[in-house]
């Protein structure tokens, strides 16, 4: 999806002047500065939508609520940053820019309301403002009224960030109607072709299937959640062919964990059509949600974070029940150290969806990074005895064990085995590798060579387990003719990593061959 995402950076630059204040023509040199970034001729500026406002037209004694806000933007602290800039607006009401920028700041922050009053007012001052023209529209596709959305996407200037969003949110209201101009909309590009499907599946008129496929992948691909999407809606209109090519292909390509729901929700939509009917876009303001989430993604996976979050606001504004905007928002949480509500956001997902375990996972490992283990433990406790979700339990031990508290460690891992009925499946190796680290710790060395070598059976070819159990034998000083034929496998596997390097020379040193050793060891101080 290289093509698209480049259209909407460069389609971003204009966004970027409409937030700043045209003083003495700079906004012609910021905008030169912009495309140069993307072109990948200079570093991108960490806020796209807000920087360079010029204080000249702050008054003296407004100086600390302008600082204050510039300060609590950089943080992340969007409703903060809002609340200062308002008061800004309070002493001098008609000024448009620092609207401009509180609105912005409100749909970062989350006050979707806010944020459309002020574009309201924005746009009295500045009828062809884009980024108020496009939150206007998106408040009247919240309340299915779409001519009005039309009307105010008509008054956009055409330009490159209009040139690329009118047309989808514009076909979506136009859907009820069942005017949709399908060719011409297919013709903007890939993500334009993605939602000529999912509009024509809203219709019931998906005719040629193959053709919105083909102009998808021929612009550079799809992520995984929009070729999921358009399998849904091949197996909902009776094309089981092309959706199951589809679902095999996810199926092969990058698998996730065992653990992952979405995947399980996945196969079990292949085996059974009438669950695609779950992902069904039932209104045209959901599917202008689906839009603004796209793009979303395409921006945060791109690093440009807070247009990204200004489009997934939007997406949630018209869709506040989508699971998937939450998730997507946490990510964003995470990204800009907001890790409260970050958590917060990955609770408030409903239990049951694809993506629920993950997400309450997410939150017990970002209380685990805060160094609150209790809290990440109790998390995954109720979490366990809500839902029992056998990979709480697990990560209940990797959790202790990070924290270096072994002997808690095991009893959490014991009781994932006992969940599993005692017996540990190839799906779940990784816990005797786990629960065998955590024994070694704690000096029962029995038991510890007992899971390794347990979980070698699962994994004969996995370098770092065949390491872990090698140098614990050289360290004990027992079974060294067979540690030196794990090692030297690991370091088979592993010809660049120096700790695999550096465990074969100490087992060489404890077999005598100093030869070897010194060879291994010098290795080992040019790799780490």
Not at 283 to 292: C, I, L
Request: net charge negative; proline share 4%.
């Amino acid at each position: 999806m290289a093509g698209t995402r480049k259209h909407i950076l460069l389609t971003l630059s204009a966004l970027a002047l409409l937030s700043a204040c045209d003083d003495g023509g700079q906004a012609g040199g910021q905008s030169s500065s912009w495309l140069d970034w993307i072109k990948g001729k200079s570093e991108p500026r960490r806020t796209v939508f807000l920087d360079n406002y010029p204080l000249d037209y702050v008054r003296e004694t407004q100086a600390g609520n302008y600082l204050a806000g510039q300060f609590a933007q950089n943080r992340g602290d969007w409703a903060s940053a809002g609340k200062y800039f308002d008061k800004l607006i309070k002493a001098d009401p008609n000024n448009t820019a620092l609207q401009q920028r509180a609105m912005v700041l409100a749909m970062q922050g989350g006050d979707a309301n806010r944020a459309i009053a002020l574009a309201r007012k924005v746009v009295e001052a500045d009828p062809k403002n884009i980024l108020a023209l496009l939150f206007i529209a998106s408040d009247h596709m919240s309340r299915q009224e779409y001519a009005e959305a039309r009307e105010s996407l008509s008054h956009m200037p055409q330009q490159g960030i209009t040139d690329f969003i009118r047309p989808i949110i514009g076909a979506w209201a136009q859907a009820p109607d069942g005017k949709v101009d399908e060719d011409m909309l297919i013709s903007n590009g890939p993500l334009h072709a993605y939602h000529a499907l999912l509009i024509a599946d809203y219709l019931g008129k998906v005719k040629q299937p193959e053709k919105y496929f083909i102009h998808v992948l021929a612009g550079g691909g799809a992520d995984r959640h929009m070729l999921e999407m358009m399998a849904d809606a091949y197996s909902r209109e009776g094309h089981e062919e092309l959706a199951n090519k589809i679902y095999d292909t996810l199926s092969k390509e990058g698998q996730p964990d065992i653990g992952s729901s979405r995947f399980a929700a996945m196969l079990e939509k292949q085996k059974n059509p009438e669950l695609a009917k779950e992902t069904a876009i039932e209104t045209p303001t959901q599917g202008a949600a689906e839009a603004f989430y796209n793009m979303a993604r395409m921006l945060f996976q791109d690093k440009n974070n807070e247009s990204a979050l200004v489009f997934a606001r939007l997406a949630q504004h018209l869709d506040p029940s989508k699971e998937d905007i939450k998730m997507l928002l946490a990510s964003m949480m995470i990204e800009g150290d907001r890790l409260e509500d970050a958590i917060a956001l990955y609770k408030s997902v409903k239990p049951g969806v694809p993506g629920y375990p993950e997400s309450i996972r997410s939150a017990a490992e970002i209380l685990e990074q805060k160094g609150e283990i209790d809290r990440s433990i109790k998390l995954l406790e109720q979490d366990y005895a809500q839902n029992k979700d056998l990979n709480s339990l697990i990560q209940i031990g990797d959790v202790y064990r990070r924290a270096e508290r072994h002997a808690e460690a095991i009893k959490g891992y014991d009781r994932a085995v006992a969940a599993m009925g005692g017996k540990v499946s190839s799906d779940y190796w990784h816990v005797l590798y786990a629960r065998g680290m955590s024994y070694e710790r704690v000096g029962d060395m029995k038991r510890a060579e007992e899971d390794l070598e347990a979980a070698l059976e699962f994994r004969p070819d996995h370098p770092y387990l065949l390491n872990y159990l090698g140098y614990s034998w050289a360290d004990q000083g027992k079974k060294l003719d067979k540690a030196v034929e794990l090692l030297t496998k690991a370091a088979n596997l592993k010809p660049d990593d120096g700790y695999i390097a550096d465990s074969l020379g100490w087992v060489y040193f404890k077999t005598g061959n100093f030869e070897k050793a010194v060879e291994e060891l010098e290795k080992a101080v040019e790799l780490v």
